[in-house]
């Protein structure tokens, strides 16, 4: 899948060598660890300085980023949320891809995969910051990635809610045969998910637990 060698970017990310190849891998450390600029380099959002990231054997700057982003789409701690409805949030989901619009039914099926209790009509700018970070996770689950890059994606949720989110996403990621790279806050999320736990430390690989 992503295979990085000798990359640096800025004084954040020295990275000799890292494999990303498994369905769930988890990213872990502390804050300024260079997590979030990881995921970031891994869509090609910002280049690396120095070194090289391939994506399925191929270097990403020889990848149309456009066309990657499509593909490997990142849900960042901040989500992204339109004018209007929540509707329209879901349906810039195809619009953005030039697809055909989904039935109400389906983006209501969406809505109960990532525990949004909302209506299609209510106003997506007057919702909570969970619920915001929810509907963008709804948003990208329609886009139907082949690689999901998840920053925190449940940060601005109770831990309930936060639990229940991340079991939904591990296993729509699994049933559709999909890969999941995640950054969480919590140690014990990443053990009990991950098939791999990369573990950052001042923008170096300081540990790689499983397979």
């Known amino acids: 899948m992503f295979s990085l060698e ?3 970017f800025k004084d954040i990310l020295d990275i000799d060598k890292l494999e990303i190849d498994n369905k769930i891998t988890v990213i872990i450390g502390p804050s300024g660890a260079g997590k979030s600029t ?6 090609n959002m910002i280049s690396v300085d120095s070194g090289t ?19 490997v789409i990142m849900l960042a701690q901040t989500p992204i949320i339109f004018e209007g409805t929540v509707k329209d949030n879901l349906e810039a989901a195809f619009k953005l891809r030039e697809e055909v619009v989904a039935n109400e039914e389906k983006l209501k ?14 106003n997506a700018e007057k919702l909570s910051g969970g619920e915001k970070q929810r509907l963008s996770l709804a948003r990208i689950l329609l886009s139907n990635p082949k690689v999901l890059l998840l920053d925190e994606p449940s940060s601005a949720l109770d831990q309930e809610t936060e639990r229940l989110l991340i079991e939904t996403v591990v296993d729509y990621v699994k049933d559709r045969d999909k890969t999941l790279v995640m950054i969480t806050h919590s140690k014990d999320i990443a053990l009990e998910y991950g098939d791999k736990v990369i573990s950052l430390k001042e923008g170096r690989v300081v540990r790689e637990e499983g397979s």
């Open 38 to 43: 990881l995921l970031k380099l891994l869509n």
């Open 109 to 122: 099926e969406v809505l109960k995969v990532v525990h949004l209790d909302k209506e299609l009509t209510d």
């Open 6 to 8: 000798k990359v640096k």
């Open 53 to 71: 990231i391939l994506y399925n054997g191929k270097d990403l700057n020889q990848i149309n980023p456009i066309g990657l982003r499509r593909e």
